[in-house]
């Protein structure tokens, strides 16, 4: 599992942008309907209706004359349902009927095909329902009819309400642009903290991976959530797989530790015999029988064991030019050309018998697999807070495949299955690596010319 | 030689106690630390064999108890615990020696017989057994008359066999006492550092000084 380094690769995410995309197309819709459709429609409502009405007192004039025009604006105006506004005037601007307060003089504007846009006031004495704009001007939509003897009517209507609605759908437009901002904002924020968490538990199973440490376990901040759930639902078949792994290497473990005491019977039973040829073979397979065993011990006992205990300074260059030393005269007797490099490393704070263990098992290996005239780099370099240690050999080398497995106990290639060894050194070194809080890996051997193996290590000073 | 084990472990003390027997010593054993203190303080003892973990009495304390009465038996420490802490502290509360579990009875039987014999510490400069001499200041070493030329860890390891003439020095004392670490080896390299040692100092001449024991280590002699 790798952490999702990329948050837009996040699912989170992608429905976080397309339900934002949902919300924001609604809202412009919305506003777009509420705010200019609506107005120009209830506009264009409000002009029909004082159109019908104007007709209808342009035929009763026609028929009727005058009379009967303002008996039909006082009829109009004195209904309390009545909602129109009128202004009925003679030639000589007399007033004749209607319930506004005057004639409309400034503020006229021309909207359209004889629209106009008015600022009426109610006469005081109106009966109609609208009390509160009585005597205060108000906006409203007008249409004006002359008749033949220059009398002339004024018909409005308040468009106060239609304004009011707009203002209102505005500001609900304007609320939910807010909403939507602050939702896309914290759903935004809802994906990155899953997606960070997510990520957190990426990064500690990756972890496990590649350290191979079971004990550590996935970080619980709370357990209210879902993700807390599975976080601890993980750990726990963490545990699970952990106590089994522990229960088959105590097993091993046992099995070993038990068979050591009759393996060390049957070797006193073979040194009484009688001096055989096969006495010093059969002595020789319990001896590796025995090391193997104390091989096995000896690794879970550096995988069990804490890290501080046993530690202190030590000078690591020393330690490997120690373990070199140790092994020049089998690199003598093979003429290897063996080039040793070292940065100075002192202060080391480690366990000096483990460290030279690991370093000798390596040069151990390599010294095996170089053939006669080969040639082996030793390199100890100190990067960073961590030391690099690496033995790069031209030996046969191992193909790419097999080297995540050459760690594992018991492991040996196919092809090195005929030298001696017990595959188990390489796992000692791991463990004590992992002790030394570092990481061990498999290359192809930079030595130009040449298919061998490069190990390397790397070592954090406690 | 009289042995005092001390050891909680019954598997583990039948183990030695029968292997030191069968080696021609006498064994007194206490499975826990107070039984173990009385033995040591009533009776004399060759060498005492003491485990680090005991019950009702620490390994450490039982040590520094008889180490304060004036008893200076030599002592080897057996633990279970890989840990040069562990070691340190043992030393350092007057062990003599200090071995790991899991051993081999061999290495065990080898350390003991060294140390029982450690008493008559060498103020000398030169050691000398049969025709080899080995001078510790000018770093020299001759065979009969003739000058052998040793590199420094040769020299090491030949001054550690004659410190200890006719006894078996297993693979890990000398790893711990030459090279001064406590490891395993994975192959023979110990064995390639004797065969040169031998090309130098038997090699040519009438007789070979360095024995190998087999399944246990090597062994200087006279003749």
Redesign the interface.
């Known amino acids: 599992m790798r952490a999702i380094t990329a948050y837009t690769k996040s699912s989170s995410f992608v429905v976080s942008f397309f339900f934002i995309f949902l919300l924001m197309l609604g809202v412009g819709f919305n506003s777009y309907t509420l705010s200019v459709a609506n107005d120009d429609l209830l506009i264009r409502e409000t002009q029909a209706a004082i159109q019908s009405d104007l007709g209808g007192f342009r035929s009763l004039y026609n028929s009727s004359g005058r009379k009967a025009v303002q008996q039909a604006v006082d009829e109009r105006v004195s209904s309390y349902a009545n909602d129109f506004l009128y202004y009925f005037k003679d030639q000589q601007d007399q007033y004749i009927a209607g319930n506004l307060a005057q004639w409309p003089k400034d503020n006229i504007a021309l909207v359209k095909n004889g629209v106009l846009d008015i600022q009426a006031t109610l006469a005081q004495n109106s009966p109609q329902k609208r009390h509160k704009s009585k005597g205060t001007e108000e906006r409203a939509i007008a249409m004006i009819i002359e008749f033949n003897n220059g009398d002339s009517l004024l018909v409005a209507r308040s468009v106060q309400d239609i304004d009011f609605a707009v203002t209102i759908a505005q500001t609900s437009s304007w609320v939910m642009i807010v909403i939507v901002f602050v939702l896309a904002i914290s759903s935004l924020g809802v994906a990155y903290y899953v997606v960070s968490r997510i990520n957190k538990i990426a990064e500690t199973a990756d972890a496990i991976i590649t350290t191979g440490n079971l004990s550590d376990r996935l970080y619980v901040e709370s357990d209210w959530d879902d993700l807390s759930k599975l976080t601890l639902v993980l750990n726990q078949l963490l545990d699970q797989i952990e106590m089994s792994v522990r229960a088959i290497t105590a097993v091993s473990d046992n099995i070993a530790h038990d068979l050591r005491t009759p393996l060390t019977r049957l070797k006193g039973h073979i040194e009484e015999l009688d001096n055989s040829n096969d006495k010093g073979r059969l002595l020789n397979e319990c001896d590796n029988i025995l090391a193997i065993f104390n091989s096995l011990l000896r690794i879970s006992d550096i995988e069990s064991s804490t890290k501080i205990s046993g530690f202190s300074p030590v000078r690591l260059d020393e330690i490997v030019e120690d373990a070199v030393d140790l092994y020049s005269p089998l690199v003598e007797a093979k003429n290897i050309t063996l080039h040793y490099e070292a940065d100075s490393i002192a202060d080391f704070i480690g366990d000096r018998d483990l460290l030279f263990q690991s370093f000798a098992n390596v040069l151990d290996n390599a010294i095996k697999f170089t053939p006669d005239n080969g040639k082996i780099d030793v390199k100890l370099k100190q990067q960073d807070r961590q030391v690099v240690f690496s033995v790069d050999d031209s030996g046969a080398g191992v193909s790419a495949a097999s080297f995540s497995k050459l760690t594992q106990r018991f492991y040996r290639e196919e092809k090195s299955r005929s030298t001696s060894g017990n595959g188990l050194g390489l796992a000692l070194v791991n463990a004590i690596v992992s002790l030394h809080n570092g990481r061990i890996w498999f290359e192809p051997s930079r030595i130009s010319n040449s298919a061998g193996l490069r190990c390397a290590f790397t070592l954090v000073s406690a | 030689m009289k042995i005092l084990l001390i050891e909680d472990e019954p ?1 583990v003390a039948r ?1 030695i106690q029968k292997g030191l027997i ?1 080696s021609g010593h006498s064994v007194e054993y206490a499975d826990n630390g107070k039984h173990g203190l009385s033995h040591a303080l009533t009776a004399q003892f060759d060498v005492i064999i003491l485990d680090r973990m005991l019950p009702q009495m620490d390994g450490i304390e039982v040590l520094s108890s008889y180490r304060s009465e004036g008893i200076l038996t030599p002592t080897l420490i057996l633990s279970a615990k ?5 070691k340190v502290k043992g030393l350092r509360a007057g062990a003599d020696d200090y071995l790991t579990k ?1 051993f ?2 061999e290495e065990l039987l080898a350390r003991i017989e060294i140390l029982a014999s450690r008493n008559v510490p060498t103020a000398n400069t030169k050691l000398t057994l049969g025709e080899l001499e080995l001078d510790l200041i000018n770093r020299t070493v001759t065979r009969g008359k003739e000058v052998i030329d040793l590199q420094s ?1 040769e020299f090491k390891l030949l001054e550690y066999l004659m410190l200890n003439p006719g006894k078996i020095i297993t693979r890990a004392m000398l790893l711990e006492k030459v ?1 001064e ?7 023979n ?1 110990i064995d ?2 004797i065969s ?1 040692l031998r090309n130098k100092i038997d090699k040519g001449f009438s007789y070979p000084m360095i024995e190998t024991i ?2 246990a280590g090597y062994m200087i002699n006279k003749r």
């Open positions: 598997t183990f069968e890989n840990k040069v802490d562990d899991p081999a009875f860890k090279w670490y406590n490891f395993d080896p994975q192959t390299v390639v550092h040169r087999r399944g």
